[in-house]
């Protein structure tokens, strides 16, 4: 089970054009087999055409470009319209028709601009391509026509109604996260209150009675009264380092590595793309920071790898550990630091994942939008 979880782990991490590939291949391959020619979709009278060397590139312009189906959809659904358009008009009726359904829910789901252009072009070019199959007598008639159009439509807005759905899951969690935010400040709030009010009271009683103590009693009093202004200061300077919404920790991961080295854990460091910025940014610092201090605690001295990659449209982390190594940590944490993270990067529309792995050792994997990629 683990084995499976870690590869469905590495298929998941690749770029999302290779994790298409598969489908248009599916397609591509059965649409060559001499066998199942001319079985497909057919509009029309136009008679059948046995596959010849015009006929493969017309199944590859069809089925190639749902790699780019999610990445680039409206590229998609013009290079599969077009193929489907010279499948029908040639006489091929392959099975690679198939693809112009799926580029069509691909395109509902997935193109985020000028949509209504795309749906008006599309319909635009089918009126030809319908005058152009049809013939002086078509055997088919304009109900066949109007039906096919009317289920294409109908798959465009199945792909619609998954974005909808897509964006309405988005505002959830946002909504989710931001309800966990100001609950998270209420709390801080609380604790401002109940801490620093403690320790400004105990501040005031003993600045009182040092008035009347002399000698010995007097440092007494005088030091409790520094450690617990002290005490104060730290914790002010904590809770309002939360509270401030223009704060954002620092996000040099290379003096975060190095410190992590310096206190006897061997890390390897491989960072690719710019420097992390924002929200984004601040998120994959804690991600990194969280993972090496839990190496520190129980992994002391295990090699551990820490990947950062900076894309455009979104940042990747993935810090392991090789075995489990020695405990160092006095008493187990709470397990907050990494349900919070897997929170805090949910909240930006992000992926988390844990993992224990073969050999013992841990994982840590995170994928956080950027904030360019909107």
């Known amino acids: 089970m683990i084995v499976v979880r870690r590869r469905a782990d590495r298929w998941w991490r690749f770029d999302v054009t290779v994790r298409d590939a598969p489908l248009a291949l599916v397609l591509l391959l059965p649409s060559l087999i001499p066998a199942l020619q001319n079985n497909g979709t057919r509009l029309g009278d136009v008679p059948d055409r046995p596959l010849d060397a015009l006929g493969v590139a017309v199944v590859a312009l069809e089925c190639l470009p749902l790699i780019i189906r999610r990445r680039l959809p409206a590229a998609c659904l013009a290079l599969v319209s077009t193929g489907f358009a010279l499948d029908q008009l040639h006489g091929y009726h392959t099975v690679a028709g198939t693809a112009l359904p799926i580029a069509l829910i691909s395109a509902g789901a997935h193109l985020d601009r000028w949509r209504w252009t795309a749906a008006i072009v599309a319909s635009v070019a089918y009126v030809p391509l319908a005058i152009a199959l049809s013939g002086p007598e078509p055997a088919e008639g304009v109900a066949g026509f109007v039906s096919f159009y009317l289920a294409l439509v109908l798959l465009w807005g199945i792909g619609s109604r998954l974005r909808q759905s897509r964006a309405a899951e988005a505002e959830r969690r946002l909504h989710a996260a931001e309800t966990a935010r100001l609950a998270e400040r209420t709390r801080i709030a609380r604790e401002l209150h109940d801490v620093v009010t403690h320790h400004v009271t105990a ?37 309002l380092d939360v509270l401030d919404p223009q704060h954002e920790p620092r996000s040099d991961l290379r003096a975060l590595v ?37 190496a520190l605690k129980y992994a002391h001295g295990s090699r551990t790898s820490v990947l950062v990659r900076h894309g455009n449209r979104e940042i990747t982390v993935e810090v392991a550990t090789d075995s489990a190594g020695s405990v160092t940590a ?43 990629a909107s």
């Open 203 to 239: 501040m005031v009683v003993q600045t009182e009675a040092a008035r009347y103590l002399t000698g010995d009693r007097l440092d007494q009093a005088l030091s409790a009264v520094t450690g617990s202004g002290r005490q104060a200061i730290t914790d002010l300077r904590q809770l």
């Open 330 to 372: 006095p008493v187990g944490g709470s397990g907050r630091g990494l349900a919070g993270l897997g929170e805090r990067v949910g909240g930006l529309g992000g992926e988390f994942r844990t993992a224990r792995q073969d050999d013992g050792g841990f994982v840590v994997q995170a994928r956080i939008p950027a904030g360019s």
């Open 258 to 294: 190095e410190q992590a080295r310096q206190a006897g854990q061997p890390v390897e460091y491989t960072e690719e793309g710019g420097p992390p910025t924002g929200a984004a940014g601040a998120t994959a610092y804690r991600v990194v920071q969280e993972a090496l201090t839990n």
